[in-house]
């Protein structure tokens, strides 16, 4: 028996390693500190690090017919992780993620495999355990609609229902639609930049917990009225932040599922989400 049913997006993260694309740049060809080839997409971020945290996880989610789904299978069931990975006639989705000279982050996403996952994918008797994770809302086209069908099978089953709907391109969504599907979510995770996307104020997220992640600035979280604040950790060399928001939410949910406080659940957060950044700072060194 699983804790966790992740649901949602799986791909090849390719992470540039420092400060990249000065807008004084001359040349046709820019170096780069090195360049990561890891697992990536919200739902595999996220099981790995809920692996880590000694979490049994189960990952539903959708490959190309490639030579990276052979690596990300095998580097997902190293971290222990139970795959259920659909095979689709097509590529795996790849993502580009860098760091701009004035330290704004940029992803270039090929989705790739995940335009094709859709319900017809997920038998719903998989979805098992005591939380269902849901990721990449904005990304899955052929699922999107289906969310809805996955939240209420998974209330059928006393699960508690958690959403992190990943809007950091434009809205690809209808509003309405997804309003309705968070009416079925128990927890939902956003960053400040999404919420602006979505609506001016949370209104529209009462009477259950809501976390919004503020990056260096920390996160805070509102639950049943009440608001939690907490600050960032500070971090002296930051070389890509990609993945540290999927790292962030399992370590909530780890330590909301065991029955800590709100501000527990953001301080742990905010402390795994610094550690995976500084993992990738030890990686950078080796090379």
């Excluded at 993260?13 to 807008?23: E, P």
């Excluded at 795996?92 to 335009?115: D, F, H, M, P, V």
């Excluded at 099978?153 to 209808?174: H, Q, T, W, Y």
Aim: with cysteine; hydrophobic share 40%.
């Amino acid at each position: 028996m699983v804790d966790i049913t992740s649901i949602g997006d799986v791909n090849i993260d390719l992470l540039i390693l420092g400060k990249v694309f000065s807008k004084d740049a001359k040349d046709e060809q820019e170096f780069v500190n090195n360049i990561i080839i890891k697992v990536g997409g919200g739902a595999a971020n996220f099981s790995i690090w809920a692996s880590k945290l000694k979490m049994k996880v189960r990952l539903i989610g959708c490959l190309g017919k490639d030579i990276f789904s052979n690596f990300i299978i095998n580097e997902l069931k190293r971290f222990g992780i139970e795959t259920k990975i659909a095979i689709e006639n097509t590529n795996t989705g790849i993502t580009l993620a860098y760091e701009l000279e004035n330290g704004r982050k940029q992803l270039l996403t090929y989705r790739g495999s995940n335009t094709l996952f859709s319900i017809k994918h997920i038998p719903l008797n998989l979805l098992e355990g005591e939380v269902l994770y849901l990721s990449g809302y904005n990304l899955l086209d052929n699922l999107r609609r289906d969310f809805i069908t996955l939240a209420n099978r998974a209330k059928e089953k006393g699960m508690i229902v958690c959403l992190d709907p990943d809007i950091k391109a434009n809205i690809n969504f209808n509003k309405e639609e997804f309003f309705e599907l968070v009416k079925k979510v128990d927890v939902l995770f956003m960053n400040e930049e999404e919420c602006k996307k979505v609506s001016k104020n949370l209104d529209w997220f009462k009477n259950r917990t809501i976390v919004i992640k503020r990056g260096s600035k920390g996160a805070f979280a509102i639950e049943n009225g009440e608001r939690v604040e907490v600050e960032g950790v500070k971090i002296e060399k930051v070389l890509n932040t990609t993945g540290a928001g999927d790292v962030f939410n399992a370590s909530f949910l780890h330590h909301y599922y065991f029955g800590y406080d709100l501000r527990e659940c953001l301080e742990f957060a905010n402390e795994q989400a610094a550690e995976y950044i500084k993992e990738i700072n030890l990686i950078d060194t080796k090379s």
